[in-house]
Structures are given as C-alpha cells and as structure tokens.
C-alpha cells in the first residue's frame, strides 16, 4: 500500500517538475531566448576574442545550462554571474559549480529585465534580436562606461558605431560592441 502510494507520489511530482520546465521553456519565447545552448567550440571562440582580464565581472544574461559564463570562470578567471529565470536550470549549474569545486561564480534566478548589471565589465547575450533591441536601451540607462557586450548571432541595431569586433561563426558572427 505505501509503496503505491510512494510510487504515485513520486510520478505526480515528476510530472509536475516537468510541466514547471516546460512552462519555462515556452515562457522563454517571449522573455527572451529559448533554451539554445552555445557550442563550446564556440564559447571558446568568443571568449579569446574578448580579451577578458582576470577580476572582470562577466554576466551571461539568460545562462542557460551555465556553460559560458563556467568556462570564463574557469579559463580566463573572471567573475561570473549567471542570470537565468528557469530555476532547474540555476540548480542544476549552482550543483554543478560546486561538483567542480568552481569559486568566484554565482547564479541567481530570476528575470534579467529586473536584474542590476551596472556593476558588469562584460555582458554575454545569446537572444532574440527584439530582446537585444530592448536591452540596448538598458545597457545605455544602466552599463558602466567601457562595458564590453557580446553577442552571439543577433546583432545590436543602432550600434553599429560601438560596434569592435566582428567574427566569424560558421553562417553567423559574433558582435563586441563597447559602451
Ligand atoms: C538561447 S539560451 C542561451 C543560453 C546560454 N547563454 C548559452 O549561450 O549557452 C537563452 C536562455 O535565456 C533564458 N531566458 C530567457 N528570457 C529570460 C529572462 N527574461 N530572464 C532570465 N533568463 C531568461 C532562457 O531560459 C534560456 O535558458
């Protein structure tokens, strides 16, 4: 009878958990980007491109599954900040960073629209070309002076003169602009 009742439980939770993601992942549509991961051929691409100094404050504005704004941690020694609004996700990476014992990295879930980044020497963005349009206007209300933004596919309409660096990815480029 307990087990029954353990194993109907248990079905009911999963099947809650996963309508919760499934959820996030439709909401992502029009808060910013689905979840698409980078290629990591590609975070490596991006992140020798930037010239990161170690100490840098790094943010990755919807982090995904976390392995951007790990591998600047790691590789280059930045300060990561991931902000993602799917709170599996940010449990997942935050169990991550500490299997692999990752300091100088935090997660922190919620939307990146409400999210203070004047803080931030570099920005990572992997979204939604309308997203991009509206952050613009944030990075010029709240980015420091000489904040560096990555984008990656989506470039930034009316930037083009903070526009730095071009590179290539495969069909795509990969836009540094500088506040
Ligand atoms: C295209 S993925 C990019 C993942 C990661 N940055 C990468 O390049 O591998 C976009 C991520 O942004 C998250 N996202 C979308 N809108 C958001 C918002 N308003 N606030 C926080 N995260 C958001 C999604 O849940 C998704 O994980």
Request: glycine content about 8%; some cysteine.
């Amino acid at each position: 009878m307990l087990l029954y009742a353990i194993i109907d439980w248990g079905t009911l939770i999963i099947q809650a958990c996963l309508a919760i993601f499934m959820f996030y992942m439709i909401a992502a549509f029009y808060t910013g980007a689905p979840l698409v991961g980078t290629r990591r051929k590609i975070i490596k691409k991006l992140l020798d491109e930037a010239n990161l100094k170690p100490g840098q404050l790094f943010y990755d504005l919807g982090s995904g599954d976390g392995r951007v704004v790990e591998t600047a941690v790691q590789k280059y020694g930045v300060k990561g900040v991931g902000v993602e609004m799917n709170f599996f996700l940010v449990w997942y990476t935050r169990l991550k960073a500490r299997i692999k014992n990752i300091k100088n990295i935090k997660y922190i879930t919620g939307n990146f629209w409400k999210t203070d980044m004047t803080r931030a020497d570099v920005i990572y963005t992997y979204l939604f070309p309308d997203t991009m349009e509206k952050l613009k206007l944030l990075f010029e209300k709240n980015g420091k002076k000489g904040l560096l933004v990555i984008t990656r596919a989506f470039e930034i309409k009316g930037w083009e003169k903070k526009l730095i660096k071009k590179i290539p990815d495969r069909d795509e480029w990969i836009y540094y602009y500088r506040k």
